[in-house]
Nanobody, 113 residues
């Protein structure tokens, strides 16, 4: 059974940093596209970052470029979302995803001004 389990999240002041972890199990951790999405109340989930584990290519939306990174540890089958210089508009529930099929349970990130 494929499982994605998220850790991290919480409340932070604007300008601060947080790191989310997404532990993946149940399938080979190579050759997949892994994405990070976020969702605010009343809106759909929005992809803002992704990485292809096949060639390491990455995507960052303009809203997070230069502030967020998505390192991974293949040995631990874990991907991370490192968020720096957080802004109040980053407040959302954050989800990790594999191949647009499998989802983590979500983690709340709240940024106070």
């Amino acid at each position: 059974e494929v499982q994605l389990v998220e850790f991290g999240g919480g409340l932070v002041q604007a300008g601060g940093s947080l790191r989310l972890s997404c532990a993946v199990s149940g399938f080979t951790f190579d050759d997949y596209a892994i994405g990070w999405f976020r969702q605010v109340p009343g809106k759909g989930r929005e992809v803002f970052s992704s990485i292809s584990t096949f060639d390491g290519s990455t995507y960052y939306a303009d809203t997070v470029k230069g502030r967020f990174t998505i390192p991974s540890d293949n040995a631990k089958s874990t991907i991370y979302l490192q968020m720096n210089s957080l802004k109040p508009e980053d407040t959302a529930v954050y989800y990790c995803n594999v191949n647009n099929i499998y989802w983590g349970q979500g983690a709340q990130v709240s940024v106070s001004s």
